[in-house]
């Protein structure tokens, strides 16, 4: 354990970076999809600087109630504040309270790194909507004995039966993670053109053999025509007609998380079976199928979570982090430092069957870019 963190010291020497930790997670039995999702997240510098501001600013709220969110800040708290600047820290308490809150998380079974992923973000969301709108309650109270309109956020128009319609939360997860898709769709006879907008916080993008990110964005993007039971009922012709459908990024997020779908369900095994499919991640990404003005916004990887194994249900995750222009490889308790050409041993494989199992499961690419508003 020691010999691995003064390994790690010796091989960063004095380009060790200043007050960065560097330190593993103990395994409980079945929780690497857990700890290579923390790593990932933690070396995720927006989100890390956010939630220890809401650690500090919490610290006695976190005393009288306990919840996943307040778990994850007490433990990137304990890790940023160590003396020393590798080892290995038990994550017990937030594995704890994730299967206390989820019996997914509960049984020894294989359990999947991108679920939880999904599961965690979308936990942090509701517990900071909750808390924003519990701060704005008493506003609501006294602003509307003195006038109806005067909502929290300033005058809102009553809606027919007297509901006020209250604008979404927007939480610091939603301004790191959140991008916009347009689902356009195009009318064959009329060419109007319909265009439903939704808001993601990663993409699940389909694989193909020998096939590389930017290609999987492009299928992701592709016309797809709509006719014969798939007809679109077009609101101007005012009936069922044969349509062009596409999905486009209206607005990339900051932070663009990436899921490659590397288990597919197999009709004739009735079973889901592991995709090793090499597909190439580059470490800068250039985003092409976007809307104005959002054109070509480019990107750069910073963390990998990888499946190693066969088949969907067994395996290990591992994830690789890119920290002040090193890369390191994290597997539970053990961290070590890697040259970045070997990020690309985590492709895929081009063979079926191949004795090189560790592939890129979620993709983390940062924009290089500021924030877009």
Known sequence: MGAAGSKLEKALGDQFPEGERYFGFENFGNTCYCNSVLQALYFCVPFREQLLEYYTSNKSVADAEENLMTCLADLFSQISSQKKKTGVIAPKRFVQRLKKQNELFRSYMHQDAHEFLNYLLNEV????????????????????????????????????????HKEPVVTWVHNIFQGILTNETRCLRCETVTARDETFLDLSLDIEQNSSITSCLKNFSSTETLHAEDKFFCDKCCSLQEAQKRMKIKKPPHILVIHLKRFKYMEQLGRYKKLSYRVVFPLELKLSNTVEPYTDVEYSLFAVVVHVGSGPNHGHYVSLVKSHNHWLFFDDENVEMIEESAVQTFFGSSQEYSSNTDHGYILFYESLGPPTK
């Open 125 to 164: 969301v509701d517990i900071l909507e909750k808390e924003a709108k519990a701060t704005t309650k008493p506003e609501r109270e006294t602003s509307s004995s003195s006038s109806p309109e005067k909502i929290a956020n300033g005058p809102k128009a009553p809606l027919a039966n007297g509901v006020v």
